[in-house]
């Protein structure tokens, strides 16, 4: 599961820890589904283990699939509503060694994961201009 934020028309993009095959690339920040774990659910519980705070889930606004191993995995971009305003967020970074705002536009230029790049051209009807 991915999820996507936006704010005055900049996405938010963190960049993984550099470790793994996918170390060092951005991402929409999100996570893992646990088991019998609504998508809404798991997205909120990662926003509070890897940047310190809650935040509310809305509208779904994107979903893509791929293969990984074998498997089929599902991602999904939800709107998120934070509880502050962004300036007055004190961010504790455990996944990732910085987070930054993007215009939609430079995503693709960014060393992106893959499987997110997925999901950025099911975005790019709603915020191409």
């Known amino acids: 599961m991915a999820e996507n934020v936006v704010v005055d ?5 963190a960049r993984r820890i550099p470790v793994g095959q996918m170390g060092n690339r951005w991402e929409f920040p999100g996570g893992k589904v646990e088991n019998n ?3 809404e ?13 809650e935040v509310e889930v ?12 074998d498997d089929t995995v599902c991602l999904h971009a939800f ?6 305003p962004i300036e007055n967020l004190s ?7 910085e987070v ?14 893959d499987s997110d790049l997925m999901l ?3 975005l790019r009807s709603k915020y191409e201009n």
């Open 9 to 13: 028309s900049l996405f938010l993009v």
């Open 37 to 39: 774990e609504k998508y």
């Open 41 to 53: 659910t798991a997205l909120a519980r990662e926003f509070q283990e890897e940047f310190g705070f």
């Open 58 to 69: 809305g509208e779904l606004l994107a979903e893509t699939e791929f293969a990984h191993n």
């Open 79 to 84: 709107q998120v509503i934070f509880p502050d």
């Open 91 to 97: 961010w504790v970074l455990t996944e990732h060694t």
């Open 100 to 113: 930054n705002w993007v215009p939609f536009f430079q995503i693709p230029e960014l060393h992106f994961v």
């Open 120 to 122: 950025y051209e099911k």
